[in-house]
Protein backbone atom coordinates (compact mmCIF):
# COMPACT_ATOMS: atom_id res chain seq x y z
CA UNK A 1 0.00 0.00 0.00
CA UNK A 2 2.99 2.17 0.50
CA UNK A 3 3.12 2.98 -3.31
CA UNK A 4 -0.28 4.70 -2.95
CA UNK A 5 0.60 6.80 -0.54
CA UNK A 6 0.16 10.64 -1.64
CA UNK A 7 -1.40 9.74 -4.85
CA UNK A 8 -4.59 11.22 -6.48
CA UNK A 9 -7.34 8.44 -6.93
CA UNK A 10 -10.48 8.94 -8.75
CA UNK A 11 -12.99 6.76 -7.27
CA UNK A 12 -16.15 6.62 -9.95
CA UNK A 13 -19.25 5.20 -8.02
CA UNK A 14 -17.93 6.63 -5.02
CA UNK A 15 -21.30 6.92 -3.28
CA UNK A 16 -22.41 2.75 -3.66
CA UNK A 17 -21.60 -0.37 -1.35
CA UNK A 18 -18.02 -0.56 -2.97
CA UNK A 19 -16.93 2.52 -3.79
CA UNK A 20 -17.79 4.13 -0.27
CA UNK A 21 -15.65 1.82 1.36
CA UNK A 22 -12.71 2.06 -1.21
CA UNK A 23 -12.74 5.40 -0.27
CA UNK A 24 -12.42 4.97 3.68
CA UNK A 25 -9.74 2.31 2.70
CA UNK A 26 -7.87 4.83 0.02
CA UNK A 27 -7.89 7.28 2.98
CA UNK A 28 -6.39 5.23 5.30
CA UNK A 29 -3.85 3.97 3.19
CA UNK A 30 -2.64 8.10 2.83
CA UNK A 31 -4.06 8.55 -0.80
CA UNK A 32 -5.95 11.36 -1.46
CA UNK A 33 -9.13 9.66 -2.32
CA UNK A 34 -11.54 11.33 -5.32
CA UNK A 35 -14.97 10.68 -5.50
CA UNK A 36 -17.10 10.59 -8.56
CA UNK A 37 -21.28 10.57 -8.29
CA UNK A 38 -23.96 11.44 -10.85
CA UNK A 39 -25.22 14.01 -7.97
CA UNK A 40 -23.80 15.59 -4.57
CA UNK A 41 -25.63 14.83 -1.28
CA UNK A 42 -25.57 17.47 1.72
CA UNK A 43 -23.98 14.11 3.01
CA UNK A 44 -21.22 13.94 0.72
CA UNK A 45 -20.16 17.75 0.67
CA UNK A 46 -19.67 17.54 4.16
CA UNK A 47 -18.02 14.26 4.96
CA UNK A 48 -14.31 15.74 4.28
CA UNK A 49 -13.41 13.98 0.85
CA UNK A 50 -12.86 15.81 -2.04
CA UNK A 51 -16.57 15.12 -5.00
CA UNK A 52 -16.95 15.59 -7.48
CA UNK A 53 -20.26 15.25 -9.76
CA UNK A 54 -20.65 13.93 -13.27
CA UNK A 55 -22.57 11.25 -15.21
CA UNK A 56 -20.17 9.07 -17.08
CA UNK A 57 -22.80 8.56 -19.99
CA UNK A 58 -23.80 11.39 -21.01
CA UNK A 59 -20.98 14.03 -19.90
CA UNK A 60 -17.86 15.40 -20.97
CA UNK A 61 -14.76 13.81 -19.67
CA UNK A 62 -11.71 14.88 -21.03
CA UNK A 63 -11.82 18.46 -19.31
CA UNK A 64 -12.84 16.68 -16.09
CA UNK A 65 -10.23 14.30 -16.15
CA UNK A 66 -7.71 16.91 -17.18
CA UNK A 67 -9.06 19.35 -14.08
CA UNK A 68 -8.78 16.39 -11.75
CA UNK A 69 -5.55 14.98 -12.68
CA UNK A 70 -5.68 11.61 -11.08
CA UNK A 71 -2.84 9.13 -10.98
CA UNK A 72 -5.16 6.23 -10.27
CA UNK A 73 -8.61 5.82 -11.19
CA UNK A 74 -10.84 2.91 -9.68
CA UNK A 75 -13.65 2.19 -11.77
CA UNK A 76 -16.89 1.09 -9.01
CA UNK A 77 -19.67 3.22 -11.08
CA UNK A 78 -22.46 0.93 -12.90
CA UNK A 79 -25.78 -0.77 -12.57
CA UNK A 80 -26.81 -3.52 -10.71
CA UNK A 81 -30.40 -4.29 -12.08
CA UNK A 82 -32.77 -2.79 -14.38
CA UNK A 83 -36.70 -3.94 -14.92
CA UNK A 84 -36.22 -7.03 -17.55
CA UNK A 85 -37.72 -5.02 -20.37
CA UNK A 86 -35.59 -3.06 -23.42
CA UNK A 87 -35.40 -0.13 -21.58
CA UNK A 88 -34.04 -2.16 -18.49
CA UNK A 89 -31.36 -3.81 -20.78
CA UNK A 90 -30.43 -0.59 -22.27
CA UNK A 91 -30.36 0.80 -19.15
CA UNK A 92 -27.62 -1.58 -17.93
CA UNK A 93 -25.47 -1.80 -20.81
CA UNK A 94 -25.23 2.24 -21.16
CA UNK A 95 -24.53 2.50 -17.29
CA UNK A 96 -22.22 -0.61 -17.70
CA UNK A 97 -20.27 -1.07 -21.36
CA UNK A 98 -20.79 2.45 -23.00
CA UNK A 99 -19.63 4.47 -19.41
CA UNK A 100 -16.89 2.29 -18.93
CA UNK A 101 -15.85 2.80 -22.86
CA UNK A 102 -16.05 6.48 -22.53
CA UNK A 103 -14.16 6.82 -19.46
CA UNK A 104 -11.57 4.28 -21.43
CA UNK A 105 -11.51 6.24 -24.45
CA UNK A 106 -10.91 10.01 -22.09
CA UNK A 107 -8.07 8.18 -20.14
CA UNK A 108 -5.90 7.32 -23.53
CA UNK A 109 -6.08 11.10 -24.38
CA UNK A 110 -4.71 12.46 -21.09
CA UNK A 111 -1.67 13.64 -20.65
CA UNK A 112 0.25 11.56 -18.18
CA UNK A 113 0.18 7.66 -17.30
CA UNK A 114 -2.69 6.96 -14.98
CA UNK A 115 -2.99 2.99 -13.94
CA UNK A 116 -7.03 1.97 -14.38
CA UNK A 117 -8.63 -0.44 -11.82
CA UNK A 118 -11.97 -1.50 -13.60
CA UNK A 119 -14.30 -3.86 -11.27
CA UNK A 120 -16.67 -6.45 -13.06
CA UNK A 121 -18.29 -9.15 -11.07
CA UNK A 122 -18.47 -12.90 -10.86
CA UNK A 123 -21.72 -12.56 -12.86
CA UNK A 124 -19.88 -12.73 -16.12
CA UNK A 125 -18.43 -16.23 -15.37
CA UNK A 126 -20.25 -19.09 -17.19
CA UNK A 127 -21.99 -22.28 -14.50
CA UNK A 128 -19.41 -24.23 -12.77
CA UNK A 129 -19.85 -27.84 -13.90
CA UNK A 130 -19.88 -30.70 -11.78
CA UNK A 131 -16.37 -31.52 -10.30
CA UNK A 132 -14.92 -27.77 -10.55
CA UNK A 133 -13.21 -26.96 -7.27
CA UNK A 134 -13.56 -22.87 -8.00
CA UNK A 135 -13.50 -20.79 -11.04
CA UNK A 136 -10.12 -18.91 -12.06
CA UNK A 137 -9.95 -16.59 -14.70
CA UNK A 138 -9.86 -18.68 -17.78
CA UNK A 139 -12.89 -19.50 -16.88
CA UNK A 140 -15.10 -18.96 -19.71
CA UNK A 141 -17.59 -16.05 -19.74
CA UNK A 142 -21.34 -17.35 -20.57
CA UNK A 143 -23.62 -15.03 -18.29
CA UNK A 144 -26.92 -16.19 -17.81
CA UNK A 145 -28.71 -12.65 -16.77
CA UNK A 146 -28.46 -9.33 -18.54
CA UNK A 147 -26.82 -7.45 -15.85
CA UNK A 148 -24.12 -10.52 -16.10
CA UNK A 149 -23.92 -9.65 -20.14
CA UNK A 150 -23.45 -6.11 -19.65
CA UNK A 151 -20.56 -7.01 -17.48
CA UNK A 152 -19.28 -9.23 -19.80
CA UNK A 153 -19.46 -6.93 -22.66
CA UNK A 154 -17.13 -4.25 -20.25
CA UNK A 155 -14.96 -6.25 -19.17
CA UNK A 156 -14.00 -7.59 -22.91
CA UNK A 157 -13.84 -4.41 -24.15
CA UNK A 158 -11.39 -3.33 -21.27
CA UNK A 159 -9.37 -5.99 -21.51
CA UNK A 160 -9.05 -5.49 -25.70
CA UNK A 161 -8.51 -1.76 -25.15
CA UNK A 162 -6.24 -2.06 -22.46
CA UNK A 163 -4.02 -4.12 -24.42
CA UNK A 164 -5.00 -2.46 -27.98
CA UNK A 165 -4.32 1.34 -26.48
CA UNK A 166 -1.07 -0.31 -23.98
CA UNK A 167 -2.93 0.88 -21.06
CA UNK A 168 -1.75 0.75 -17.37
CA UNK A 169 -5.27 -1.67 -16.79
CA UNK A 170 -6.50 -4.43 -14.48
CA UNK A 171 -10.52 -5.78 -14.33
CA UNK A 172 -10.99 -6.77 -10.86
CA UNK A 173 -13.97 -9.53 -10.60
CA UNK A 174 -15.67 -9.29 -7.05
CA UNK A 175 -17.81 -13.08 -6.17
CA UNK A 176 -20.72 -12.17 -3.61
CA UNK A 177 -19.95 -8.85 -1.85
CA UNK A 178 -21.23 -8.41 1.47
CA UNK A 179 -20.85 -6.79 4.84
CA UNK A 180 -21.64 -3.19 6.26
CA UNK A 181 -23.98 -1.23 4.00
CA UNK A 182 -25.22 -3.45 1.45
CA UNK A 183 -28.48 -2.52 -0.61
CA UNK A 184 -31.38 -3.87 1.67
CA UNK A 185 -32.68 -5.94 -2.01
CA UNK A 186 -29.37 -7.84 -1.86
CA UNK A 187 -28.73 -11.64 -0.17
CA UNK A 188 -27.67 -11.58 3.12
CA UNK A 189 -29.15 -7.86 4.22
CA UNK A 190 -32.28 -8.67 2.71
CA UNK A 191 -32.70 -12.03 4.97
CA UNK A 192 -31.70 -9.43 8.00
CA UNK A 193 -34.53 -6.80 7.41
CA UNK A 194 -36.93 -10.44 6.96
CA UNK A 195 -35.43 -11.72 9.89
CA UNK A 196 -36.32 -7.96 12.36
CA UNK A 197 -39.79 -8.00 10.77
CA UNK A 198 -40.66 -11.68 11.21
CA UNK A 199 -38.35 -13.73 12.34
CA UNK A 200 -40.36 -17.07 11.93
CA UNK A 201 -41.08 -16.18 8.22
CA UNK A 202 -37.35 -16.24 6.45
CA UNK A 203 -38.42 -17.56 2.97
CA UNK A 204 -35.81 -19.05 0.82
CA UNK A 205 -35.48 -20.16 -2.72
CA UNK A 206 -32.78 -22.14 -4.47
CA UNK A 207 -31.64 -22.93 -0.79
CA UNK A 208 -28.76 -25.10 -1.50
CA UNK A 209 -27.05 -22.56 -4.08
CA UNK A 210 -24.05 -22.28 -2.84
CA UNK A 211 -21.90 -18.81 -2.98
CA UNK A 212 -18.45 -17.42 -2.62
CA UNK A 213 -19.74 -14.67 0.12
CA UNK A 214 -16.43 -11.95 0.52
CA UNK A 215 -16.89 -8.93 2.61
CA UNK A 216 -16.79 -5.18 0.51
CA UNK A 217 -13.92 -4.61 3.14
CA UNK A 218 -11.83 -7.10 2.05
CA UNK A 219 -12.89 -6.02 -1.65
CA UNK A 220 -11.71 -2.68 -0.81
CA UNK A 221 -8.46 -3.85 0.25
CA UNK A 222 -7.88 -5.22 -3.05
CA UNK A 223 -9.02 -3.13 -5.24
CA UNK A 224 -6.71 -0.45 -3.41
CA UNK A 225 -3.67 -3.01 -3.98
CA UNK A 226 -4.36 -3.66 -7.47
CA UNK A 227 -4.49 0.45 -7.80
CA UNK A 228 -0.41 0.50 -7.13
CA UNK A 229 1.19 2.49 -10.19
CA UNK A 230 2.10 0.54 -13.56
CA UNK A 231 0.65 -2.57 -11.23
CA UNK A 232 -0.14 -6.29 -12.36
CA UNK A 233 -2.28 -6.04 -15.79
CA UNK A 234 -5.18 -8.44 -16.85
CA UNK A 235 -8.00 -9.86 -15.13
CA UNK A 236 -7.91 -10.64 -11.56
CA UNK A 237 -10.80 -12.42 -8.99
CA UNK A 238 -11.61 -11.32 -5.55
CA UNK A 239 -13.18 -14.06 -3.91
CA UNK A 240 -12.54 -16.38 -0.45
CA UNK A 241 -12.70 -19.71 -2.15
CA UNK A 242 -14.78 -20.98 0.42
CA UNK A 243 -18.60 -21.95 -0.95
CA UNK A 244 -21.47 -21.75 1.84
CA UNK A 245 -25.11 -22.23 1.00
CA UNK A 246 -27.56 -19.97 1.20
CA UNK A 247 -29.68 -21.91 3.77
CA UNK A 248 -26.03 -21.96 5.56
CA UNK A 249 -25.42 -18.17 5.34
CA UNK A 250 -29.39 -17.87 6.50
CA UNK A 251 -28.86 -20.31 9.37
CA UNK A 252 -25.53 -18.42 10.14
CA UNK A 253 -27.48 -15.51 10.46
CA UNK A 254 -29.76 -16.91 12.61
CA UNK A 255 -27.68 -17.79 15.41
CA UNK A 256 -25.36 -14.57 15.15
CA UNK A 257 -28.27 -12.26 15.67
CA UNK A 258 -30.42 -14.75 18.27
CA UNK A 259 -33.58 -15.53 16.18
CA UNK A 260 -35.37 -18.93 15.80
CA UNK A 261 -34.16 -20.85 13.16
CA UNK A 262 -37.18 -21.52 11.32
CA UNK A 263 -36.34 -21.58 7.34
CA UNK A 264 -39.49 -21.69 4.84
CA UNK A 265 -38.87 -22.71 0.75
CA UNK A 266 -40.32 -19.52 -1.07
CA UNK A 267 -39.91 -18.12 -4.14
CA UNK A 268 -39.31 -14.76 -2.61
CA UNK A 269 -35.87 -14.75 -3.84
CA UNK A 270 -35.66 -15.49 -7.40
CA UNK A 271 -33.76 -18.40 -8.72
CA UNK A 272 -30.52 -16.75 -10.55
CA UNK A 273 -29.81 -20.34 -12.72
CA UNK A 274 -26.38 -20.45 -10.85
CA UNK A 275 -26.45 -23.29 -8.24
CA UNK A 276 -22.56 -22.98 -7.37
CA UNK A 277 -19.92 -20.01 -7.75
CA UNK A 278 -16.89 -20.29 -5.94
CA UNK A 279 -14.11 -17.74 -6.92
CA UNK A 280 -10.40 -19.09 -7.31
CA UNK A 281 -7.96 -15.70 -6.11
CA UNK A 282 -4.52 -17.00 -6.42
CA UNK A 283 -3.58 -15.20 -9.19
CA UNK A 284 -4.55 -11.60 -7.22
CA UNK A 285 -2.78 -12.92 -4.34
CA UNK A 286 0.76 -13.58 -6.32
CA UNK A 287 0.40 -10.48 -7.95
CA UNK A 288 -0.11 -8.45 -4.73
CA UNK A 289 -0.36 -10.72 -1.79
CA UNK A 290 -3.86 -10.04 -1.21
CA UNK A 291 -5.75 -12.40 0.97
CA UNK A 292 -9.03 -11.62 2.55
CA UNK A 293 -9.00 -11.36 6.49
CA UNK A 294 -12.83 -11.02 7.26
CA UNK A 295 -14.51 -14.20 8.33
CA UNK A 296 -17.95 -14.83 6.69
CA UNK A 297 -19.40 -15.27 10.15
CA UNK A 298 -17.58 -11.09 10.92
CA UNK A 299 -18.91 -10.36 8.36
CA UNK A 300 -22.52 -11.22 9.22
CA UNK A 301 -22.37 -9.90 12.45
CA UNK A 302 -21.22 -6.33 11.86
CA UNK A 303 -24.03 -6.63 9.21
CA UNK A 304 -26.58 -7.34 11.84
CA UNK A 305 -24.94 -4.86 14.34
CA UNK A 306 -24.67 -2.06 11.78
CA UNK A 307 -27.87 -2.15 10.08
CA UNK A 308 -30.47 0.42 11.50
Known amino acids: MQEIAGQRVLVTGAGGFIGSHVMTTLMQSGAVPIGLVRSLSPVQQDNGFEWVAADLVTDPLDDLLAGLRPNTIIHCAGRTAAPDTDAGREALFAANLTATARLMSAVSRMGHPVRLVIVSSAAIWAPMPPGLVAIDETHPMRPVAAYGVSKAAATLHAL ?43 ALSNAAAVRDWIDVRDVATALVALSQPKGPRGLFNIASGNGVSLQDMALALCQIGGWPPVLREDATHGDSGVSRSIGDARRLTAATGWTPQITLEASLRDMITSAP
Open 160 to 202: AEGDRLDLDLAVAVPFNVIGPGQPRRLVPQAFIEQLRARPAAL
